[in-house]
């Protein structure tokens, strides 16, 4: 197969195709009929004289070398979608750069509220397309479908380049009228109260799996699914919460709350951002690391 005679954006219908096991589920992401997504898969079975998907019942699955190739594609898409996207000559002033990034509403609030307000005065024609954190982060970011991960270090994606952007403690919240709350507070009274944890997308938080080790000492009365939710529902309650200090301090004065030290052994958070191997060139998203990484040393 001569590769000047190769469609490029094959690999595309491949990338997703493979992903998908499904034509339907396909043409929806590829933004194609389902007819177009059909006669691409014909057309990458004729390239690469393999059947790619086969029917088995009322599923699809991969032939072993579109297995064995699936990793290799992605990695070529992610490094095309670079040498289109990358710019020698970039100017934060006049780019338009549109950036995929995925970070809890906790590292919106604390890093990414304060670099669009650095965006506003030097680079206005730059965007953010952010998303939440799901079990499927690392294989986005391996895919070349985000720019930028943000999470914490145990999360990460193994084999892509990573920078700390800051270590992060974590401190009890809760009500400013809540008893335990006017002293220092108690390993006792720290498990006597009801607590509010956070899991996202079914997954547990990093903290929640550092207090998984003290087990059912911990009662927790409301699982709340993102970080800026938790401290909404202590107020007027006996509830304590586990938050990271620097969004604790940002809400507590809102809401009437008061912040105590743990009186357990918990670790500190790293809390990283990562990017493509085949990203490490671009001096787009190398200006934007650096404008994070200002952003994280004083916060």
Known sequence: ????????????????????????????????????????????????????????GKKMIPTPHALRLAPQVADAIAQLRSLISASSAFDPRTSTRRFQIEASDYITTVLLVPLLAVLAREAPGIRLDLTLPTAGSSERLGNGDLDLLLTPEDFMAPDHPRELLFEERHVVVGWSGNPVMQDALTEQDFFACGHVAVRISGRDTFIESALRTYGERRRIEVTAPSFIQAPWLLPGTQRLALMHERLAKLVAPRLSLAIAAPPVDLPVMREMVQYHTARTNDAALQWLRKKLQAIASKS
């Open 1 to 56: 197969m001569r590769l000047d005679n190769f469609d490029l954006n094959l690999l595309i219908a491949f990338d997703i195709l493979v992903e998908e096991r499904s034509v339907t589920r396909a043409a929806r992401r590829l933004n194609l009929t389902q007819s177009a997504t059909s006669a691409a898969l014909k057309r990458l079975r004729e390239a690469m004289q393999d059947e790619i998907l086969v029917q088995h």
